[in-house]
């Protein structure tokens, strides 16, 4: 019991953690309490401070967590009870208790911009943030990127009714805009190279070994299988089209009878051509 | 007519839809005020077409009866309300401008709303591709097939039942109705038009959160004035809180990257919503003794209930626990010892929904 106990204690200090990715603004928020309970109203007190209590009695109790994860069992998803906590708006509205509980114009002025200054210092922003995603401003009024409209023209330009294309993750992004084509790499495969090295996936018996050569020469760059070899798995399956975004790629595959079909910045479209 | 152009009148008839649609119920649930309403009217629209849906997914049908179905609903009830019910219409108008220093804060917050909502409705990064294809590329997928889910976004292979495990999620049927009906790609209709419409739901549920906090409706001038300037600044701190604390899997994440994804306005849509119906509650207490007129913000907790899954799974869980935890201490207080059974009655009627969705979940 007392180590189950440690256990779950341990894994919601490890949930916090990753909820909060050691993001400093998060300070803020015991302080945002603290001021709640001096300067709030009785009702304001008891929707924040009993919320909280009830919060850490009960879903992030560390005698009950195991019981609630085992209920919904969601164990990789119990980071979304953080979401519950309010942060923005608890210390947002501590924050307003603090500037307007000054009487003067300018000490509330200079209370707020302290404020400020104590959001920008603490907190990591979206976007411009150190180690954070960049913002992308969309390129083009289609809300995707141009060369997706680019494969888009050069897939079609044959006319071929739901062409099967072997792509890597451009299959995640080009099926958004077009759903005409088919994908021959499935979400399971690619996610199962992603997290895979070349030599484990070559002793992967959960795939035939005609679709691991093919995935090794295309996903892995295992050029030592036979351009012949590969071939015939194309035709094999049927595919019509191979999208290559390496140079080694499009030397093997120059070797064999495809023909280059168009090409965008980064992609060539190799059409594969049927066996004569 | 460009894209865009197209994608903003969007964004704007997904607002005033909302609007008209939060005019059907009856006054009392509602208070007659914009916010309010778009909230509730937006609470509405999902819970409907959830409701409408769910059993169509279930029974394979074609995605053309759906968008036929839902059209023809939503066409219904836009001329209901223009016919019957234009007075809280009107009356919201006029309740939005009543005064020059509450006109200054409305401006104040709608310059806001649409700073943060245009500068996320550009913003392409949406971070998981795998996510992004599933939101996306599903309506694409299900327009193509006329199926209601039954094509892979991923290969474009046809599927026997739709994906198990998100059986009881229809908000993506929504942009396939919307494609299918209006021939807005969801690329344009997700990204931007639906992404500003929730930025803009969600600034009115922090300046409703700012409004019950500060604003006292019969206060004097002064305090009524310094109440507006309240609401003003915490609108501002919440935003650039939210917008400063960033973490991979933290609310601000989803807010700014993953806008239009269901689990996104689950963490930050919902939460705040249902956190702003519970804090109408909370200053009510003291005040209103169970009357009529403090029945809005159990009617939003209630289609919270209704239309929380429609989004994502963790509304499973998260939605009845926001709402229980947080209602519990008014409950006990306003309920338990000062004997409101019918607070409790409420209380439990709007956990209702998610118990009948978690045995959904469950059995199917």
New interface residues.
């Given amino acids: 019991m007392t180590q189950t106990i440690k256990e779950m204690y341990s894994f919601l200090a490890e949930s916090f953690q ?6 400093r ?2 300070i ?1 928020f015991p302080i945002a309490l603290i001021l709640i309970l001096f300067l709030g109203k ?3 007190r ?2 924040f401070l ?2 909280i209590a ?2 850490f009695l ?2 992030f109790n560390p005698f009950f967590m195991k019981f609630f994860l085992e209920i ?1 069992s ?1 164990e990789n ?1 119990y ?6 906590t ?4 608890t ?3 501590a ?2 208790l603090l ?2 509980h000054f009487k003067r114009v300018l000490v509330r002025i200079l209370a ?1 911009l302290l ?2 200054v104590f ?2 210092f ?6 411009w ?1 150190k180690e ?8 083009n ?4 990127s141009s060369e997706i409209l680019e494969l888009s023209g050069i897939f079609h330009s044959e006319e071929l009714e ?1 062409p099967t294309v072997l792509y890597g ?1 451009l ?3 080009y ?13 399971n495969v690619y ?1 199962t190279m992603q997290g895979l090295s070349f030599e484990e996936f070559r002793d992967l018996d959960r795939y035939s070994k005609r679709l691991r050569e093919l995935y090794l020469v295309y996903y892995y760059g295992d050029y030592s299988i036979r351009p012949d070899r590969f071939y015939r798995h194309l035709t094999y399956y049927d595919i019509d089209y191979v999208v290559s975004s390496s140079e080694h790629l499009d030397e093997y595959l120059s070797s064999l009878p495809v023909s280059l079909l168009g090409q965008t910045e980064h992609y060539r479209v190799w059409k594969v051509l049927p066996k004569e | 007519m460009s894209n865009l152009l197209i994608g903003s009148v969007l964004a704007a008839a997904y607002i005033v839809i909302f609007w008209l649609l939060g005019a059907i119920l009856p006054d009392r649930f509602h208070s007659q005020s914009i916010p309010v309403m778009c909230i509730t009217g937006f609470l509405l629209y999902f819970s409907l077409f959830q409701v409408i849906a769910l059993p169509m997914k279930i029974f394979k049908q074609p995605l053309s009866y759906l968008t036929m179905a839902w059209f023809g609903l939503l066409i219904l009830l836009v001329f209901y309300v223009i016919l019957k019910r234009r007075r809280p219409l009107i009356d919201s108008l006029k309740n939005l401008f009543p005064s020059i220093p509450k006109l200054l804060l409305v401006f104040w917050v709608m310059i806001l709303a649409l700073a943060v909502a245009l500068l996320l409705g550009f913003n392409t990064n949406t971070i998981s591709d795998y996510d992004a294809c599933y939101y996306i590329g599903l309506p694409v997928s299900s327009v193509y097939s006329n199926t209601l889910e039954l094509l892979s976004p991923y290969t474009g292979l046809l599927l026997e039942e739709p994906q198990h495990f998100y059986l009881l999620n229809t908000d993506t049927l929504n942009s396939a109705v919307i494609y299918q009906a209006l021939n807005i790609h969801p690329l344009l209709e997700r990204k931007y038009s639906f992404t500003i419409a929730m930025v803009l739901i969600f600034e009115m549920g922090l300046y409703l959160c700012g409004k019950h906090f500060f604003q006292k409706e019969n206060s004097e001038k002064d305090l009524r004035m310094s109440g507006f300037q309240k609401t003003a600044v915490f609108c501002l701190l919440s935003n650039l809180v939210l917008l400063y604390a960033y973490s991979i899997a933290g609310v601000s994440h989803y807010f700014a990257y993953r806008t239009y994804e269901g689990k996104a306005i689950t963490s930050y849509l919902y939460m705040t919503l249902i956190f702003c119906f519970c804090l109408a509650l909370y200053q009510k207490e003291d005040t209103a003794k169970t009357s009529q007129d403090d029945l809005w913000p159990w009617a939003g907790l209630f289609l919270c209930g209704v239309s929380g899954v429609a989004f994502c799974n963790t509304a499973l869980f998260v939605v009845p626990a926001m709402m229980g935890i947080t209602l519990l201490p008014y409950i006990i207080s306003k309920g338990l010892l000062h004997k409101h059974w019918k607070v409790l009655l409420r209380f439990i009627l709007v956990l209702f929904p998610c118990l009948i969705w978690i045995a959904l979940y469950k059995l199917l």
Avoid: H
């Avoid at chain 1, 603490?122 to 976007?127: E, K, N, S």
């Fill in positions: 990753i909820y909060s990715d050691n993001n603004i998060w803020l009785k009702s304001d008891k929707l009993a919320t009830i919060e009960t879903i919904f969601f998803r980071l979304r009870f953080f979401w519950m309010l942060f923005f708006i210390i947002a509205y924050m307003v500037i307007f707020g404020c400020v959001i920008l603490l907190g990591v922003p979206v976007f943030g954070v995603p960049p913002y992308t401003k969309a390129e009024e289609y809300f995707t739901s993750g299959m995640l992004v099926r958004q805009y077009d759903p005409s084509v088919i994908s021959f790499l499935t979400r996610q």
